[in-house]
């Protein structure tokens, strides 16, 4: 069964700081996908891998996919508040699958202060 | 416009009741999904519908039925709703080959 496991749970940042979320699954999966959830607002897809060795960026945001370590990481560089939220990575459980059955994590809770 | 849209946005209710969401989605695409959030907002998909076909349907009690009129549209009606239901309920959408999910902005459920 896939299992999907992210850490930290919690991350409390300061401003300017840089820092990794990693996301470890436990099958072979070639689709990777992070979103961002605001307290009480739903999901906002931010970055869709779909090769080993994708990468990805946005801003502050950095995505990557090793699919062979199983892991994928999101790094932030320089914090800034309006990065607080929870991010999700998503992992779809059919290989090369197309139907959206994905496995989440259990988000990490990103708290950036100044 | 909002891309994928659910109504209502809350429901209080009492435990035993029946009760419907709704969700529209205007992106043109084939597949639809319900996603359940409890309250460790841990995700977990329901069921997904690609053009008016049910495609996954996951462990759920079969109190919960979906139904998609047509591909725009996906509806989730639960029956005899228990403590244990109350939860944030997400409908997403998306076009095949790639599960990029959008989703609606939520419907908070309460069982009382």
């Known amino acids: 069964e896939l299992k999907v496991e992210q850490n930290p749970l919690f991350l409390s940042m300061q401003e300017g700081k840089n820092y990794t979320i990693y996301c470890n699954y436990s099958t072979t999966s070639d689709r990777l996908y992070w979103y961002r959830q605001d307290p009480g607002k739903s999901l906002e897809s931010l970055f869709v891998?779909?090769?080993?060795?994708a990468v990805k960026q946005e801003g502050r945001l950095m995505a990557s996919l090793d699919t062979k370590a199983r892991l994928s990481t999101l790094h932030i560089t320089a914090a800034v508040h309006d990065l607080s939220a929870t991010y999700f990575c998503a992992v779809d459980r059919n290989y090369g699958g197309s139907q959206g059955n994905l496995i989440f994590g259990k988000g990490t809770k990103l708290s950036v202060k100044p | 416009d909002t891309a994928v849209s659910q109504t209502p946005k809350y429901l209080v209710t009492q435990m035993g009741n029946d009760k419907s969401i709704k969700c529209e989605q205007n992106l043109g695409h084939d597949t639809m999904y319900w996603y359940k959030q409890d309250s460790k907002k841990f995700l977990k998909i329901m069921f997904s519908?690609?053009?008016?076909?049910?495609?996954i349907n996951e462990t759920v009690p079969n109190r919960f039925s979906p139904k998609s009129p047509d591909k725009a549209h996906l509806n989730l009606h639960i029956n005899s709703l228990e403590l244990g239901d109350s939860a944030v309920y997400f409908c997403?959408?998306?076009?095949?080959?790639?599960?990029?999910?959008?989703f609606g902005e939520g419907s908070r459920l309460t069982v009382l």
């Open positions: 891998l779909l090769s080993n060795g």
């Open positions: 997403a959408s998306s076009q095949p080959p790639i599960p990029e999910l959008f």
């Open positions: 519908y690609n053009n008016k076909e049910l495609i």
